[in-house]
């Protein structure tokens, strides 16, 4: 072989031997998906960077989606934020007890608000139990307030007194709440019913107003002149708080009409559950005889809650009176007779409650009013000094022939 055809072997194989070093070269970098920039020419590679370029554009906008999608994933948290919300309505929930509370301190009546009610014969945790349940039980007579309340502003009403009797007479027995509620509403039942505690049965209505009933004054005290036009008699009760304010409508009466043109007759009327209201009374009548009824009534009303036998006992002496006739009275019940009589005629009167009064022989009821009363009756007294009655007869007449019972 010549020189010549040797060295184009050589280059041949040479040449073949590059190609297939530059196809498995190709194929390792195709394997690996990596570019044969040598292969290429510079517009051709510039176009590969520039493709590269958007491809990096989108890495760096998918970064910031998945920062929005952070951004985004926030806002179901933020209702941990707003968890401060509903302790804010609890916070303005919370207030209204104390509203209430501080609305319904004015309205709380107070011991001292309530005088004519007998609290010192109650010990000092049962006076402090009393006034705490008089201000939170509702009255059952249906005017919203509660038994304190309606104790404070309706005193001349009989339901008002009949319900405030039976929770104090309840309070002193030790009852519990619901047996306080049950005997306030049964009083009121029975107030409107009619109904008299002894027979458990209703009765008849009491007095009515405007009608003129036979109201007998003899042997009864009394304290006015005989010639006074207006005759007021009064059924009462020494251990009912309210009667010791009785002495204001006399006085009302008096500052309207003259004091000589009023006279006062005083009846007894003991409640049953009054449990010293009755020897009171035979102790006040001891006293009448001996001249001092009126001295030893205002004794007994200044001091309601002593009216045991040695309290009566010691304001007799205090006043004078002959301590023998007056021990003797009481022990032999000498009086007691007088006390029972006016008992049964006012329960054929049916009378409501104490203090209740007739005005020449006119009931002042629940709607009525002592001068108004008086006012009408005062008609009928000058048509019968007209007449030529005499002044000092004009009671006697006025109820001459007049109803004995309703």
């Known amino acids: 072989m010549s020189e010549h055809e040797n060295s184009s072997a050589k280059i041949s194989l040479l040449y073949m031997g590059w190609i297939v070093a530059a196809f498995s070269l ?27 370029r958007p491809i990096e554009s989108i890495r760096q906008k998918k970064t910031p989606k998945k920062v929005e999608k952070a951004q985004v994933s926030l806002p179901p948290q933020r209702p941990k934020a707003k968890t401060p919300e509903p302790k804010v309505q609890a916070r303005q929930k919370t207030p209204p007890p104390a509203r209430r509370a501080t609305q319904s301190s004015p309205k709380s009546i107070s011991i001292a608000e309530l005088p004519s009610i007998a609290f010192d014969r109650l010990s000092k945790d049962k006076r402090a139990l009393a006034i705490k349940l008089m201000n939170k039980l509702k009255a ?38 619901d ?21 458990q049965q209703p009765t008849q209505s009491g007095p009515k107003s405007g009608v003129v009933y036979h109201i007998p004054i003899k042997g009864s005290p009394a304290k006015g002149p005989k010639t006074a036009k207006i005759t007021v008699v009064l059924f009462s009760d020494f251990e009912c708080p309210y009667c010791s304010h009785a002495e204001k409508q006399v006085k009302h009466l008096q ?12 009846r007894h009327l003991p409640l049953p559950f009054h449990t010293k209201a009755k020897l009171a009374a035979e102790a006040s009548m001891a006293a009448h005889a001996q001249g001092k009824f009126w001295p030893y009534h205002d004794k007994l009303f ?26 003797q009275a009481l022990e032999k019940g000498t009086y007691k007779a007088i006390v029972n009589k006016d008992l049964s005629f006012a329960s054929k009167l049916n009378v409501p409650g104490t203090p209740f009064f007739f005005i020449n022989g006119r009931p002042v009821g629940e709607n ?39």
């Open 26 to 52: 190709g194929t390792w970098f195709g394997h690996f998906g990596l570019p044969l920039p040598f292969n290429k020419i510079p517009s051709q590679r510039a176009k590969e960077v520039e493709t590269v």
């Open 140 to 177: 059952p007579c249906g005017c919203g307030q509660s038994i304190a309340q309606c104790a404070k502003a309706n005193l001349a009403c009989p339901s008002t007194q009949k319900i405030v009797e039976a929770f104090m007479e309840s309070v002193f027995k030790n009852l519990s709440k």
């Open 179 to 199: 047996k306080i509620k049950a005997a306030v509403l049964k009083a009121l039942e029975k107030s409107e019913l009619g109904v008299d505690d002894d027979k």
């Open 255 to 266: 500052s309207k009409f003259g004091a000589n043109n009023i006279r006062v007759v005083y």
């Open 302 to 327: 200044a001091n309601q809650e002593k009216l045991d036998k040695a309290d009566l006992l010691r304001y007799a002496k205090e006043l004078g009176l002959d301590m023998k006739k007056f021990q």
């Open 368 to 406: 009525d009013t002592s001068e108004g009363v008086a006012r009408a009756s005062l008609v009928e007294v000058e048509a019968l000094l007209k007449k030529g009655v005499k002044p000092e007869d004009v009671y006697k007449t006025l109820i001459q022939g007049r109803k004995q019972t309703p």
